[in-house]
């Protein structure tokens, strides 16, 4: 498994990160646990969760996932074998102290419960979830307005946030810091007030990156580019949008639009033409739909890692095999040609 460098922490990371989300609703603490062993065998080195997970998020599941991974230390006793990331909630979820966004305080509150969840000391990659001004993730994006937010406001809470990540820092409950769902602005503003009050250095981003979701092409990668704030994609399958399985308005039995009825955004009208001809494209040079996708992503000259999420084993074994396939020049180009018909199909 090929390692990339985690921004400018001396950390390397492997390209295929395990995501975790679904555990706690789709997937048991046996499935977890089966699933960090598996990743492990295959040479994975890196972890993400967050304390919101599972998802769909509830008052009952909030802290599920973390539950588990500190299961899984507990009884392996490897933690060393991870490099772990998690993540604070960005506001606005009433049973998450009380839809409080993220501040000084919080971050101590949300950064101790995942430790004790998580049964660790630390935590190598902590991220702000979202950004608690508004943002453009989530399928979003035609209703963002960022001429609504208060510049003075967004800027004060960002230096109070990097205080108390800096508290955590500074007492090894935390070693590094990063973002997730966030715009070029966004993180350009982490990084001048980092800097500028010799606070902890924004290392990565956790953004949605897949065929038919790629915004992150332009200014973003950008700023990857000269600052080392590498892309940690999620949703590199649209949330399995891109098997085709809903295409016609399909729910097989077991798929997250069973468990999240109306949570599927990137399932519609517009999608899924991009979704079929995509597909046939992978089936033109016999190539696994899921595997093409995923190989696309790592790709990307400014991509850290893609976290794959699976609810089966047969789907994590598929997704970390990607990481072997390197595509041609020609599904390259073909890939761009679909892009270029279908540039925002969401």
């Known amino acids: 498994m090929k390692q990339r460098k985690l921004g400018r922490t001396g950390l390397e990371v492997t390209e295929i990160c395990l995501g975790t989300m679904t555990w706690g609703v789709q997937n048991t603490e046996a499935d977890a646990h089966e699933q960090i062993d598996y990743a492990l065998d295959a040479g994975i080195n890196f972890m993400d969760t967050a304390e919101v997970y599972a998802i769909p998020s509830s008052p009952d599941t909030y802290g599920k996932t973390e539950t588990y991974i500190g299961s899984w230390f507990k009884k392996t006793g490897k933690r060393d074998k991870f490099i772990l990331a998690s993540k604070i909630s960005g506001g606005g979820t009433n049973w998450i102290r009380e839809g409080r966004r993220p501040d000084r305080q919080s971050v101590r509150e949300a950064v101790e419960g995942s430790l004790k969840r998580l049964q660790t000391d630390y935590i190598d990659l902590y991220q702000v ?54 715009t070029a ?11 500028q009050g010799g606070l902890p250095r924004v290392a990565s981003v956790q953004n949605e990156y897949s065929l038919i979701q790629r915004v992150f092409d332009l200014d973003l990668a950008e700023l990857s580019h000269h600052e080392d704030v590498g892309l940690l994609a999620y949703s590199s399958l649209a949330s399995g949008v891109l098997t085709g399985k809903y295409l016609g308005g399909q729910v097989p039995p077991g798929t997250r ?18 979704v079929q001809a ?4 992978a089936a033109r040079h016999g190539l696994d739909i899921a595997q093409m996708a995923i190989a696309f992503a790592l790709s990307r000259p400014f991509m850290t890692a893609v976290i794959i999420g699976a609810t089966t084993m047969e789907q994590l074994k598929t997704d ?22 279908y540039p925002r199909p969401l």
């Open 129 to 182: 979830h979202y950004a608690s001004r508004g943002h453009y993730h989530f399928g979003t994006a035609w209703k963002y307005a960022p001429e609504n937010q208060d510049t003075a406001d967004v800027l004060d809470n960002i230096a109070d946030t990097l205080q108390g990540l800096d508290d955590m820092v500074r007492e090894g409950k935390i070693r590094h810091v990063g973002l997730s769902n966030e």
């Open 185 to 195: 602005w966004g993180i350009g503003q982490w990084l001048n007030l980092a800097e």
């Open 257 to 274: 639009a069973t468990v999240q009825p109306g949570g599927l955004w990137r399932n519609n009208d517009y999608s899924a033409p991009a």
């Open 278 to 281: 995509y597909i046939d494209l």
């Open 320 to 341: 970390i095999a990607a990481a072997d396939l390197t595509l041609s020049d020609q599904v390259i180009s073909e890939i761009n040609a679909i892009y270029r018909a």
